[in-house]
């Protein structure tokens, strides 16, 4: 039976950049990245990790997004986020060994959050379900819950493939507020991997202490949550920390907060940081799960193009995501 997929509510337009010439010795991202077609069959690829034949395509979906921001009562603007994201990786220069396709943008419009954050679930399901590795462009960091949905709802994991959550962020994010927000989404997969009969393994690097409620710290050492504080993160114990999480999981969610970089480096976000974990670390991190063979799948939040001075933090994202596909 064929079945409809589901796809982004903004088809993907063709991304542009430097132009130095044809061939792979001139490649620039905007010269590679092409368009996803969706299949009609259900699945229409081995799920990922059935194969080990070489790296997964890649595929971008935007998530036009910062009615959390809004609701969590922080400075809005990250819907504009996935444009500017592609606009910093577009005229990087291309030394992935993958295919990187665009499929489009999930709009979150008049308040509708949650009906955007299924949306999108479904449609990283499915691109999960095909083969791929799947790359949501936030968003404020209501754009988690999406991607939960997203890997939750894959066949790897309701196959039992044990699922880790690594976010890299100054904030839990595990509010309990009476609308979700960019302030819920973590709390919000603990109760669904609750009533799925699975526990949450959730761990957070960068935690900044005064930027917490003690009561955000009573509820992460009731779920169990692990943590390093932003001011331990040195190379070495932020490596170490990785690398036990990683031995206790068989999939890797990553969400990456931008707001867990300092100001300096990343002031175009919600919630800039007063301290911060140094990028060179972060970097680190990213490095060491494209190395893993574990990530099932990755988000970036929290950008805010509105106060971006000089595009440094789209420009931080665009880094990050090319060391992680690389």
């Known amino acids: 039976m064929e079945i409809s997929p589901a796809v982004a509510d903004i088809r993907p337009t063709p991304w542009t950049g430097r132009f130095d010439g044809d061939g792979e010795q001139h490649r620039r991202w905007w010269q590679v990245v092409t368009p996803y077609t969706p299949c009609v069959e259900s699945p229409c690829a081995e799920s990922p990790g059935a194969s080990e034949a070489g790296p997964r395509p890649a595929v971008v979906v935007g998530f036009r997004s910062d009615e959390g921001v809004r609701r969590n009562k922080g400075r809005t603007g990250a819907a504009a986020a996935p444009v500017a994201i592609r606009q910093a990786l577009a005229p990087l220069a291309f030394h992935l060994d993958r295919d990187v396709f665009d499929a489009g943008d999930v709009l979150v419009e008049d308040g509708s959050l949650e009906a955007g954050q299924e949306r999108a679930g479904r449609v990283i399901s499915e691109l999960l379900d095909a083969g791929n590795l799947t790359v949501l462009f936030g968003g404020g960091h209501e754009t988690a819950f999406a991607s939960y949905l997203g890997v939750a709802g894959s066949d790897?994991?309701?196959?039992?493939?044990?699922?880790?959550?690594?976010?890299?962020?100054?904030?839990?994010?595990?509010?309990?507020?009476?609308?979700?927000?960019?302030?819920?989404?973590?709390?919000?997969?603990?109760?669904?991997?609750a009533a799925a009969s699975r526990e949450l393994k959730y761990a957070v690097v960068g935690i900044s202490e005064p930027n917490n409620t003690r009561a955000l710290f009573d509820t992460a050492h009731r779920l169990g949550v692990k943590y390093l504080l932003d001011e331990d993160c040195s190379v070495e114990?932020?490596?170490?920390?990785?690398?036990?999480?990683?031995?206790?999981v068989d999939?890797?969610?990553?969400?990456?907060?931008?707001?867990?970089?300092?100001?300096?480096?990343?002031?175009?976000?919600?919630?800039?940081a007063a301290y911060g974990v140094p990028l060179p670390v972060i970097s680190a991190v990213c490095r060491q799960l494209a190395a893993s063979g574990k990530l099932l799948h990755l988000d970036v939040a929290e950008l805010n193009p509105g106060f971006d001075i000089d595009s440094r933090t789209a420009k931080v994202a665009a880094r990050l995501v090319n060391t992680l596909l690389g």
């Open 156 to 193: 790897a994991v309701r196959r039992g493939k044990r699922l880790g959550v690594l976010n890299l962020d100054a904030h839990f994010d595990l509010r309990d507020e009476p609308v979700p927000s960019s302030g819920t989404p973590f709390l919000q997969m603990a109760r669904a991997e």
């Open 237 to 248: 114990a932020v490596r170490e920390f990785v690398g036990q999480f990683l031995d206790t």
């Open 251 to 272: 999939v890797l969610y990553l969400t990456i907060d931008l707001d867990v970089l300092p100001a300096s480096v990343a002031p175009g976000v919600s919630a800039p």
